[in-house]
């Protein structure tokens, strides 16, 4: 059982910064490829970022490549989302996902483990 915390949301204007934390507890991180997803208010559940377990790989919705890092460190059992260049559109709910496969996905039935999520608002 691997749990997940996300923190670091919040209100930010346009053409701000932020950076999400995911912190895992329970087996062993590095066993287990990570992604983010948002979710706005009626809106289904959108894939941001994953990355690999060894952080070698990574992979990125195109609205977001420039602009948005993942990244994590397997001995803080943590994954980042630096999110740069914030736009009114990228304001959602933003979720941390675990899953124990090898290859990098988008789609969010594959990811075993969720985190509650971290609300994130960008003003304009």
């Known amino acids: 059982q691997v749990q997940l915390v996300e923190s670091g949301g919040g209100l930010v204007q346009t053409g701000g910064s932020l950076r999400l934390s995911c912190v895992a507890s329970g087996p062993i991180f590095s066993n287990y490829a990570m992604g983010w997803f948002r979710q706005a208010p009626g809106k289904e559940r959108e894939f941001v970022a994953a990355i690999s377990r060894s952080g070698g790989n990574t992979y990125y919705v195109d609205s977001v490549k420039g602009r948005f890092t993942i990244s994590r460190d397997n001995a803080k059992k943590t994954v980042y989302l630096q999110m740069n260049s914030l736009k009114p559109e990228d304001t959602a709910v933003y979720y941390c996902?675990?899953?124990?496969?090898?290859?990098?996905?988008?789609?969010?039935?594959?990811?075993?483990?969720w985190g509650q999520g971290t609300q994130v608002t960008v003003s304009s």
């Open positions: 996902a675990a899953r124990s496969g090898v290859a990098l996905t988008a789609t969010p039935i594959m990811y075993t483990y």
